[in-house]
Each structure stands twice: as C-alpha cells, then as structure tokens.
C-alpha cells in the first residue's frame, strides 16, 4: 500500500456518523460527467455595474473599523486606507475602482484554488475522502478541531485541510509540487502570479503554529508528505502577489466551468469547480460561513492580507480588497461592500423572484 492510499484508507476509517452515506461500498466512485443543465446568468449593463461599484466604494471607504493583521510581520506595515473592488464577468468583461491594483499577498485565499487544482489531479472522492469538506465550528488554525475527530481536518479551508491538500499535490519533490501550484494558480489568474519574498519570509519565520498542525496531521497519519517541506509549500502558497482584479477573474474561472475568461483556457474541469464552490460555500469563511451565506448569498474566501472573493456561478466573480479586519481575521470593507453589491448586482444564489406570468393566485398550473 502506498502512501496516499494508507491515508485515504485511514480517513474513509475516521468518517462519523454525520458524514451522508455516499461513500460506502459501491459507492465510492467518483460522479459521472458533468450536469448537462446549469445555472446562468448575466450580469447587469456595464453602465450599471460601474455605478454600483463608484456607490460601494464611496459608501464604505470611510469605514475605519478593524485593524490590519498583526501577527505576520510582514502584513502589519499594510496602509489601512487602501480599499479596492473588481468585478468580472464569464465574458470577460471587467470593472474595477479604488485600489484594485495594488498587490497584495494571496494568504489564505489560495486554499480555494489549490482545493481546486488537486481535486483536478486526483478526483472528487479521493479528495473528500481524505480531507472532508465538513464545517469545523473552530478558528481555521484550530488544534481542536483536529483533537476532536481523530485528526481529520474536515474541510480544506482551515489550515489543516489546506496542508493534507498540500501533501497531495502531484510531483515527487517539494520543488514539483510547488511549481504545479505556482503554475495551476497563474492559469487562474491569466499571468504569471510571483512570490514576494518578504511576505514569505516572515511567515516562514513564524509559522510555528502550521509546523505543529503538519507534525499533528502526521501524527495521526493523515499527511502523505514530510510535514517541514509540505508547511513550506503552504507558506509559499500564502505569499503569491494578487491584485483584487487578479482575484476577481481566478473566481470567474470558477465561475466560468474552469475557463479562465480572459485567456480562454481551461484551468479546471466544470465538476471541479462545483466542488470548488460547495466547500467554499459551507468553509470559505470559516466559523461565520453560515453569516456570510445567509448575508451574501455567494461561495467567498478570504485571506487576512484584507482580500476577499466571492464567485457567482454563470455569471462571473467579484473580489475586494482593504486591510483593516474583523476579529474572525475577515476585511471590514471587503464584507459590507460584497453584501452590498451580492443583492444590487442580483448574484445572490439565494434571491428569486416570481415568474412575471405566473397564474394567478389561487389557480396553480400542475405539470402533466
């Protein structure tokens, strides 16, 4: 038995009894196809879409609350005044105002897309049977959370997740695997994303916590790689330079069946974003998914640099970007302007209206 497979053998083993029973025997295939009918849509005129992102950003510019990141040095010099938005479409179609081309440090973020690119490489089921995509409850650099279900990280989102993810990521050496992800994360993006050195290391300076998570996983037997090397990936990972427009078209790949909207070229297949899109919709934020679900409407993912982004499936993704963060390590700004704009721009996956010529009440109309 080799490595990967010692793993997902041990996970399939540790699944409690709230996990849905789809992966017992005869079942544990991956789904057939693609869904041979989506949901689309379009966004509003771009006259429109431009005036709704000039009133966001002016609403919420002179929002002061929050304080930027202090915990990685690198991230505590950031100007708490800087606040950017960028919308794309799956046509490619841009918008974007303020500060959407300063460049920032992709941080957590890049767990969405690295979900992505391995979930690509090695399957559905595989993936969910080694990681799970379940809610913590916890911080996303808990070591309860690990403590609690017999070191399954539970979803690829918290730091744990992320770093099994990691261990899966194909290449025999740490230098492969981070030139797939490097790579996979460019092609998102539609140019070449680079490492800023300075971020990296001062994270790596102090990721003492991510190195006693990766030993833990280890421990446990869910990390198929050495826990140093697969803490260093991350790490880099965590440090690629975005813009907040940048952001915007990676989640209108994802928006786009895995069709970077920009350059045409498929990053992921379709299944792969919808995978994608689940586990941020149920993980993305962390402990307050469930707020940023019932408030927003949309899959999002953010990362303590001040980014965020949120994908609306068919119709394209929008990214923010300002430093200043709440407790739960989430961008002020970037939250009131993302619900703001979720409903006025009409992504909100929750929102309907009725069909103009409906019957009339009282008469309902019976498929036959």
């Not at 440090?105 to 049977?129: E, P």
């Not at 993810?165 to 290449?171: A, D, F, K, M, Y």
């Not at 990296?200 to 446990?220: C, G, P, Q, V, W």
């Amino acid at each position: 038995m080799d490595r990967n497979a010692g793993i997902l053998a041990h996970a399939a083993g540790g699944r409690d009894s709230g996990d849905l029973d789809l992966l017992g025997p005869g079942r544990a295939a991956d789904p057939s196809g693609d869904a041979p009918f989506t949901s689309t849509g379009h966004l509003p005129p771009r006259r429109t879409v431009s005036g709704l992102l000039r009133s966001a950003h002016t609403t919420y510019a002179p929002l002061d609350d929050g304080t930027v990141a202090d915990y990685i040095p690198s991230l505590a010099a950031a100007d708490p005044g800087r606040f950017g938005i960028s919308v794309c479409g799956v046509d490619g179609t841009s918008f974007s105002i303020g500060d959407a081309q300063d460049a920032f440090s992709l941080q957590s973020i890049s767990k969405a897309f690295t979900f992505a690119l391995v979930c690509d490489a090695i399957g559905h089921t595989t993936v969910r049977q080694a990681v799970g995509v379940n809610n913590t409850g916890l911080a996303f650099d808990s070591v309860m959370a690990l403590e609690l279900n017999g070191g399954s990280p539970r979803n690829p989102m918290v730091n744990a997740g992320a770093l099994v993810i990691i261990s899966l990521t194909p290449g025999d050496s740490a230098a492969a695997k981070w030139q797939f992800l490097q790579e996979g994360m460019s092609r998102f993006a539609g140019r070449r994303l680079p490492l800023d050195a300075q971020v990296y290391d001062s994270e790596a300076a102090t990721n003492h916590r991510n190195r006693a998570l990766a030993a833990l996983l280890r421990s446990y037997g869910h990390m198929s790689y050495d826990p140093l090397l697969t803490t260093d990936i991350y790490t880099r990972q965590c440090s690629l330079l975005v813009t907040a427009r940048d952001l915007a078209v990676m989640g209108a790949t994802l928006a786009d069946g895995g069709v970077n909207p920009l350059t045409h070229e498929r990053v992921v297949g379709p299944s792969v974003c919808r995978d994608t899109l689940a586990v941020m919709a149920t993980s993305g934020m962390y402990q307050r998914s469930g707020d940023w679900l019932y408030e927003v409407g949309l899959p999002g993912k953010s990362g303590v640099s001040g980014g965020i982004v949120t994908v609306a499936p068919g119709k394209g993704a929008m990214a923010t970007y300002s430093p200043r963060l709440d407790a739960t390590g989430t961008s002020v700004r970037g939250q009131h302007a993302t619900r703001s704009l979720s409903r006025s721009l009409g992504l909100d996956l929750f929102a309907s209206a009725p069909e103009p010529d409906a019957a009339s009440p009282g008469t309902p109309e019976h498929a036959t």
